[in-house]
């Protein structure tokens, strides 16, 4: 982190992915952990995205096509060498260094309500602030 107190990250809008409670656990786990003052995480508009981990996917897609992969260690050659000029970097990583956020998402009870009570439509939301 090098000493950096705020991060913006864009996305594409995919609920499943970016606007679920287990990954805004996960950014708020890391606010306070790290001691940091501001994340913030912007959605693209559906329909008018595009961004590079698009071409990334499309990549490892074509490279994998009619290829038989039995193990994460030949998926992390494919992911390695699916772009010629831009070569992916695979970090390999163990059990151990994964952290359930499960536990820390529990803590919202109410994910889904404002403050007021009121639901919120989180397919709707496009920019979230967690500040300490």
């Not at 306070?32 to 994340?39: A, G, L, Q, R, S």
């Not at 939301?125 to 300490?132: A, F, P, V």
Request: glycine content about 4%; some cysteine; overall charge positive.
């Amino acid at each position: 982190m090098n000493g950096c107190k705020k991060f913006i990250y864009y996305s594409d809008n995919c609920f499943s992915q970016n606007k679920n409670k287990f990954y805004l656990a996960m950014l708020w786990y890391a606010l306070n952990k790290f001691e940091i003052e501001c994340i913030e995480h912007k959605y693209l508009e559906k329909g008018h995205t595009f961004n590079e981990y698009d071409s990334v996917h499309a990549a490892i897609e074509n490279a994998s096509k009619h290829k038989t992969i039995y193990t994460t260690a030949q998926w992390a050659g494919i992911f390695q060498t699916a772009r010629r000029g831009h070569p992916c970097v695979v970090k390999e990583i163990a059990l151990q260094d994964l952290f359930n956020f499960k536990a820390v998402a529990d803590i919202w009870k109410n994910f889904d309500l404002s403050e007021s009570r009121k639901k919120v439509n989180i397919s709707k939301i496009r920019h979230i602030r967690l500040k300490n």
